[in-house]
């Protein structure tokens, strides 16, 4: 059974004093785009975290949040003494040559401000804490993987009851089938007599056989119903949004054939009918995996 584009996963973990939170969510999309938000100190494992994220999402629009959260950390800046001092000498230089009264306090607060003055430190990840980031994400597109899979149910359930619905509606064409050409063939006749002319009975039986086979639609009623089984059996399949697509545009070929060849009131309605229940399975189609 397809899977639904749209879908959401959390998960959140503990690692010493770190709070670990992965969010996943999701839209439907013609192509996988996944945009990934990502502490520094795990840039090095993004492509392993963009492969991870590619086999599950395969397709669709997912913005993906991965949180370190640090309590009661005791990680500070460091001042660079020598760049403070070259940043504060100079500044000092520059007060005395353009004679601006000095401000130490506001001299201070400048240079912390200026370029390498404090130094941060660079945090690693090890490699336990990198285990437990994965094992958070892979709770995450768990419980992601989860809720597209029980929306996508209710989606294709819903897609399948309006396929059986064109179903049922081709099986009440047949109601009209013996009717509707001896309709066309009264009417042929009813306009040949208001011509009051004569006519060659053996040859009108040819012409008249002729013209109403051009309104025959047995050939489109069998592959309409073939579409349409074809459709529900393909259904069960994983990740089949794109192929169901197509024999959704199969099965709107043949309801328009049947639609332009009916010459039938009754029939044309049942035709409006198919294609209203045809075009909700295709928007709901734009968002199956």
Not at 191 to 218: C, N, P, W
Request: hydrophobic share 40%.
């Amino acid at each position: 059974m397809p899977k639904s584009m749209t879908g959401y996963g959390k998960a959140e973990c503990v690692y010493e004093n770190k709070q670990i939170v992965v969010e996943i969510k999701s839209l439907n999309s013609k192509s996988l785009d996944i945009s990934l938000r990502i502490p520094i100190v795990c840039r090095e494992h993004e492509a392993e975290i963009r492969g991870l994220l590619s086999r599950v999402v395969q397709r669709g629009k997912a913005d993906v949040f991965i949180v370190l959260d640090a309590q009661n950390t005791n990680v500070t800046a460091e001042i660079n003494t020598a760049v403070f001092k070259s940043y504060f000498s100079q500044l000092q230089a520059l007060e005395e040559e353009l004679n601006i009264e000095p401000d130490k306090n506001s001299m201070v607060a400048a240079v912390l401000r200026m370029p390498d003055v404090l130094k941060q430190p660079v945090e690693q990840i090890g490699e336990e804490e990198w285990r437990t980031v994965m094992t958070c994400l892979t709770d995450a597109l768990k419980a992601f993987d989860d809720f597209r899979t029980k929306e996508g149910t209710i989606i294709m359930n819903d897609i399948l009851q309006r396929i059986h619905g064109i179903e049922d509606l081709l099986n009440d064409v047949d109601a009209y089938e013996p009717t509707r050409l001896d309709t066309v063939k009264q009417r042929i006749l009813a306009g040949i007599e208001a011509l009051h002319m004569e006519y060659d009975g053996s040859r009108f039986e040819q012409e008249l056989i002729y013209y109403i086979e051009k309104f025959d639609v047995t050939e489109e009623k069998v592959r309409l119903k073939q579409h349409c089984r074809y459709f529900a059996d393909t259904a069960e399949e994983d990740a089949c949004g794109r192929k169901l697509g197509f024999i959704a545009q199969e099965i709107g070929r043949e309801v328009n054939t049947l639609g332009s060849k009916a010459n039938h009131v009754e029939i044309q309605r049942i035709v409006v009918r198919m294609k209203d229940e045809l075009e909700k399975v295709k928007e709901q189609l734009l968002n199956v995996l």
